[in-house]
């Protein structure tokens, strides 16, 4: 009997102190996601090339995140986010040279491109070992967005590329399904509010947007 009851304490200390090496070893811990980002319809926008505005957003349906976070606890963890989206447009130009108009046609291009540089805390609102693992992020940083409008005719050829860079926040969180001891299939949902964009009098408007973002953990 007594034997038994030691074998037994010697379990139960060695399991106490295989939990708090894993604690232990826990904080410093960096994970890794890649993945694809969905974004919904931006609003209106307006570009201002030389002479020319051109009424448009930034809204696309593709895109893709990166993410860093680094553990300081088995719940709190920094992240640092970077999101990109981006589009192509082509349309139809009518140019007139002179008086009356003689419409010369020609083919305008438009390349809006937005950029998110993000960081804050992510905190794992349930145990790390969980198959499922919810999460929860506040990310604050700036958005930066370059549009590259071009086109080549008989009436003119022009190339020109705009840029700004406004403050920029996402809100929300996601679930981590762990597949194995390394990956996890993760999905997240959040608000990205920007401020970037021009309405039609030009001053600067925010841009509110839903991501969708689905992808690979690296743990």
Partial sequence: MRRLYL????????????FAQTQNALPGRLEFFGGYLDAGEFPYNEFRFSGLSLPSDFGTHRGMEFSITRDLSERLGIKGD??????????????????????????GQLHPKLFNFLGGPEIKLGNRRWR????????????????????????????????ETGFSMAFGGGTDLRISRRFSLRTSLDFNPKWVGRDDAGARQVQNDLRLAVGVLFH
């Fill in 7 to 18: 074998s037994a304490l010697l379990v139960v200390l060695l399991t106490d102190w295989s």
């Fill in 82 to 107: 970077f999101s990109t989206q981006f589009q192509s447009n082509s349309f139809p130009l009518s140019v007139c040279l002179q008086t009356p108009c003689v419409p010369i046609e020609q083919t």
């Fill in 132 to 163: 499922f693992a919810p999460f929860t992020h506040a990310l604050f940083g700036v958005a930066h967005t370059t549009s590259r409008f071009n086109t080549s005719g008989g009436a003119f050829t022009l190339s020109q590329t705009i840029s």
